[in-house]
């Protein structure tokens, strides 16, 4: 701003405070009425009950060294009785009378006025003292009124007062009231007596001035008080400004000064004696002006050249404090208030100007201020002589207090909106973060999932070429890259919650079944620690409303936290029921997290304790999992103890699963039938499924059993596979699908994940260890479709999973797969078991000729005989039906028979044979090749490893699990280690491929394959053919 202009403002803001100080004087004038002379006012025929007082200013009597006694007499007659002008100073009438020895200025006498009125019994009349130094009583036709302070003829006896007051009587009809106000001076030897003049008029208009007056200064007290206010609770929400405690500072000393000066209110408000009331209202301005400059200072502290005003700033406390130490006022006070107000002006509006110069922002609002403020001293020291009202002006400092308020809202509106420039920015810069994380995470994924493939086949394809520290080497990198994966698709989720595009879909699910599926998943992690992890929730625990993925996302979180921060101890997962909503706990033993910590582990990227990003991750699964909490209408909460362990409290409505079941149920079938409808109308889907049907018929009903403690869930796999022309079976829990299994055979298994007391993870696992891939097909159904839901699947034994709501098309086309699949592994075993009877060894065939030609020799009887039974063996050997599924026992047999008379005939002494058959059994379904491959094995590899032979048992009993039957030899038995092999089910080619197709093919039909006890003495291998659907 330029010179002119700074001036000019400050000029035009001078001159409309004078001119309105002005107007005030003028509107506020006293009545105006006859001269007092003599010591006589004459107001007869004057109406004193006019809006307006009369100011008493004129020529009063005085009486010098005298005060009024009790009665009001006064103790010097009338020779001693001088005139003198009030307002006025007294000291021409002290110098000359005998209290001339005195400082100037102190001593003591009496003013007297003899006023004239109209006879008037009984009407209200008032008068009103305000500056009478420095102490004064007052009395009226004899009785004492008022007074401030106490005067006395010596200054021991003598205490200052100059608080203003009111005095109020009734005209007694007289029509002459006689006013004596007794006066006394030890403090003030600059001045004395009645400074300004007495107001004199009707009860009413005394009391309008001195309540106007006492209004007008509470009025600034209460605008000093509320910048107060402001200033401090800014500096307490954290605006941490200094300038903010130089305004307070300011704030309190102008409010100060006006409580103590003019009224002195603050006599009034707190128990201060007037002489300290006297040094407040002489050191205040001075400190007004010392936080001016202290403020000025400091909105130029950057310019580095504020040495001048930081001496004026001492300077004004000096002078503040030698009011308040000096016992008396001097001419030396005199100059240094001119000092004060000069200089200390002077240096204020020097560095206000030179800051509004600079463009220092609101500066001349500051300006202004300072000129509001030494308008109103200027106009202070003159209204003795210029004002008669003798009340407070108010407009100077009100106008300062405006100009203060308006410097702050600029200043704070200049920091908001720098403040939201900045957050405008943070935002694009945030949004920018979100949109750089998101797009880098998917980018990221495709590379990362192509690294882990590569590394996965390198492990797979090439353990036995790769040395443990190579294999350990690419297992820690798929782990670690298990992680990343983990740690993108959390980042892809939070920007997801950033763009506000994540859904929900609430519907009852079974808490216990969730807990358990994802303490299974999590399972892993715990494998080589002191730890375990334990679902403390009922299996008839009531159901929860929310989204299954999102509460197995949420779950999964507070688990792995749990597992990663935890190294001995237990994890407990409980529920309990409040308030309609369900508390899910998640406590663990581990370390505890710090109480500092404790309130930011749910924001971004917070890990808590320092140590804690050691054990990996970005620190979002918490934030997330509050988050989908939050969308669930619950919460996510923690509390914890260091060295005590954490514990997560996850509350989510309780859902009423019976009033909620029937709308699912239904909406679930009618989306079943509009899909079906929907993709079974094209022609290729119909050819499709006619072919299916025609293999469906040609090879019998393929079944598959279908796992859910959800009847909705069953309801709509059964409403998508039956017209398919599967035969579908449903059980409610993996103990029923067990039991199920038990009892017939299955070509496919479909699970849910989450089920109540065993998971589809463990369900998968038991079942794999009894079927292996090829043989029972499982697919498992999951609520996610995240990678490491799919690898618990995959590792569990699962060949397929499909993430649920399941599309009826994938459905089927992965059940076809699957089934197609299996029927291949079960054509491919039973050809393979004729094939491998069709392959009769050489060496059978020449020593079995060779012993029919020898026999033609000695006995051809035996050598007929032996021919025939040779024929059986072949025919039977090269039989079609040796590719069906199961055949009459009895046809097995004679197959056995036949193969057991031809060896018999080359080595009579050596094998012999013991028959145990139920007689009754003999259309009983076997497996065909089944015995035969079971007796071979004990002729060759049993008795004939014997020099003398053995014999070999066949029974075939009735039992309550099926036809048991248990193929005994007496021969050399199987050593320790093939026998542990076999035991353990791990059959190979070392062992023989008859026995490794007969095992796999038992265990396709029953469920179990051959059992095998073996010692010094010989081997049983026995199987139950059970009885099952065909």
């Not at 106000?181 to 003030?188: I, Q």
């Not at 004696?273 to 950057?302: R, W, Y």
């Not at 039989?879 to 060896?903: A, G």
């Not at 542990?980 to 469920?1007: A, C, H, M, P, V």
Request: hydrophobic share 45%; charged share 20%; glycine share 8%.
């Amino acid at each position: 701003m330029t010179a002119r202009r700074t001036l000019g403002i400050v000029l035009l803001t001078a001159a409309l405070l004078l001119l309105l100080r002005t107007w005030w004087y003028d509107h506020n004038r006293m009545a105006a009425h006859a001269p007092i002379r003599d010591g006589i006012l004459d107001l007869r025929g004057a109406d004193l009950s006019a809006q307006r007082p009369i100011s008493l200013d004129g020529q009063w009597a005085f009486y010098p060294a005298s005060l009024p006694s009790e009665d009001g007499e006064l103790s010097s007659g009338e020779a001693a009785r001088v005139l003198l002008d009030v307002p006025g100073n007294w000291r021409p009438a002290l110098d000359a009378s005998r209290l001339a020895v005195l400082p100037p200025n102190f001593g003591f006498g009496t003013y007297r006025l003899l006023i004239m009125v109209d006879p008037h019994e009984g009407r209200d009349l008032g008068l009103r003292s305000t500056q009478t130094y420095m102490s004064s009583v007052m009395y009226v036709n004899g009785r004492r009124l008022g007074g401030s302070g106490s005067p006395a003829a010596n200054a021991s006896a003598y205490t200052p007062g100059i608080v203003p007051y009111s005095a109020y009587f009734e005209d007694d009809g007289s029509g002459v009231i006689d006013v004596r106000v007794g006066v006394a001076n030890f403090f003030d030897t600059t001045a004395g007596g009645m400074r300004t003049a007495l107001s004199f008029g009707s009860r009413e208009s005394i009391e309008r001035i001195a309540l106007a007056s006492a209004g007008l200064q509470l009025l600034v007290c209460v605008v000093a008080g509320l910048h107060l206010l402001n200033a401090g609770l800014l500096f307490l929400v954290g605006f941490r400004n200094r300038g903010l405690l130089l305004f307070a500072a300011l704030n309190v000393c102008t409010l100060t000064m006006v409580l103590s000066q003019d009224d002195m209110l603050l006599g009034r408000i707190a128990p201060i004696g007037d002489p300290s009331l006297l040094k407040l209202a002489l050191m205040m301005p001075a400190l007004v002006f010392a936080s001016l400059l202290a403020f000025a200072a400091h909105i130029q502290a950057d310019s580095g050249r504020y040495r001048l005003i930081r001496i004026s700033v001492v300077c004004c406390l000096g002078i503040a404090i030698y009011f308040w130490i000096n016992p008396t006022m001097d001419g030396f006070d005199s100059a240094l208030n001119l000092v004060l107000f000069l200089g200390g002006g002077a240096v204020l509006f020097y560095y206000l100007y030179r800051a509004t110069r600079s463009g220092r922002p609101g500066a001349i609002y500051l300006l202004a201020g300072a000129t509001g403020v030494f308008c109103n001293a200027v106009g202070a020291s003159t209204q003795t002589q210029l004002d008669s009202t003798k009340t407070f002006y108010a407009f100077d400092l009100l106008f300062a207090f405006l100009m203060f308020g308006a410097y702050w809202f600029r200043h704070y509106a200049m920091l908001l909106k720098d403040m939201r420039a900045a957050t405008d920015k943070l935002r694009q810069a945030d949004k920018e973060k979100d949109d750089f994380l998101a797009s880098t995470s998917h980018e990221l994924k495709n590379p990362l999932h192509g690294m882990l493939g590569i590394a996965q086949s390198v492990l797979d394809g090439s353990r036995a070429k790769l040395d443990d520290r190579s294999q350990r080497k690419i297992e820690l990198m798929l782990s670690v890259g298990r992680r990343m994966s983990m740690l993108l698709s959390d980042l892809m989720d939070l920007s997801a919650f950033k763009m506000s595009v994540i859904r929900i879909h609430p519907a009852p699910v079974d808490l216990h079944a969730v807990v358990t599926g994802v303490t299974d998943m999590l399972a892993d992690m715990a494998i080589g620690k002191n730890l375990r992890m334990t679902n403390r929730i009922s299996p008839d625990f009531p159901p929860v409303l929310a989204d299954e993925n999102r509460l197995i996302q949420i779950l999964y979180n507070l688990l792995h936290n749990a597992l990663k921060f935890t190294e001995r101890g237990t994890i407990d997962v409980s529920a309990a029921i409040e308030a309609g909503y369900v508390r899910i706990a998640v406590a663990d033993s581990g370390p505890g997290i710090p109480a500092e910590a404790l309130n930011r582990i749910f924001e971004p990227y917070e890990q808590g304790a320092a140590g804690a990003a050691y054990a990996g991750g970005l620190g979002i699964g918490l934030s997330i999992g509050k988050q989908l909490a939050a969308l669930h209408g619950g919460a996510l909460t923690a509390s914890s103890s260091p060295g005590k362990g954490t514990v997560f409290t996850l509350s989510l409505p309780h859902a009423d699963f019976a009033a909620s079941l029937r709308p699912p149920y239904e909406e679930a079938l009618e989306e079943t039938a509009a899909a079906a409808d929907e993709t079974g109308g094209g022609l290729a889907y119909r050819l499709e499924r006619a072919e299916a049907e025609t293999e469906v018929a040609r090879q019998g009903k393929i079944r598959i059993l279908a796992v859910d403690d959800d009847p909705v869930n069953l309801d709509v796999l059964e409403g998508l596979l039956s017209p398919e022309g599967y035969e579908l079976a449903t059980a409610r829990s993996a103990k029923d699908a067990l039991l199920r299994l038990e009892q017939g055979k299955w070509d496919l298994l479909i699970s849910d994940v989450m089920m109540p007391n065993m998971s589809g993870y463990e369900l998968t696992r038991i079942v794999r260890s009894r079927f292996p891939l090829a043989e029972l097909p499982i697919l498992l159904l999951t609520a996610r479709n995240h990678p490491e839901d799919i690898a618990s699947g995959f590792r569990a034994g699962a060949n397929d999973y499909l993430a649920k709501p399941v599309e009826p098309t994938e459905l089927r086309y992965r059940v076809k797969a699957l089934t197609d699949l299996r029927q291949s592994v079960r054509e491919r075993l039973r050809f393979e078991a004729a094939w491998l009877q069709a392959q009769i060894q050489p060496h059978f065939l020449f020593n079995t000729l060779n012993t029919i030609a020898a026999l033609g020799e000695v006995d051809t009887d035996r050598m007929r005989a032996l021919l025939f039974e040779f024929g059986n063996y072949l025919k039977a050997s090269f039989d079609f039906r040796n590719s069906d599924l199961l055949v009459p026992l009895e046809r097995e047999l004679n197959l056995v028979r036949s193969y057991l008379y031809i060896k018999q005939e080359r080595f009579p002494d050596r094998i012999r044979v013991q028959w145990d058959v139920d007689d009754s059994q003999s259309h009983a379904p076997v497996p065909p090749l089944s015995v035969q491959t079971l007796v071979e094995n004990a002729v060759r590899h049993g008795i004939l490893k014997r020099p003398l032979g053995g014999t070999v048992c066949i029974r075939a009993k009735r039992t309550d699990g099926g036809l048991e039957i248990t193929i005994t030899d007496d021969g050399a038995g199987i050593d320790a280690s093939t026998l542990e092999r076999l035991q353990d089910n791990r059959l190979d080619k070392e062992s023989g491929i008859g026995l490794i197709n007969t095992d796999r093919r038992l265990r396709q039909l029953f469920g179990t394959g051959l059992a095998l006890e073996s010692g010094p003495d010989g081997t049983t291998v026995s199987f139950i053919a059970r009885d099952i659907r065909s």
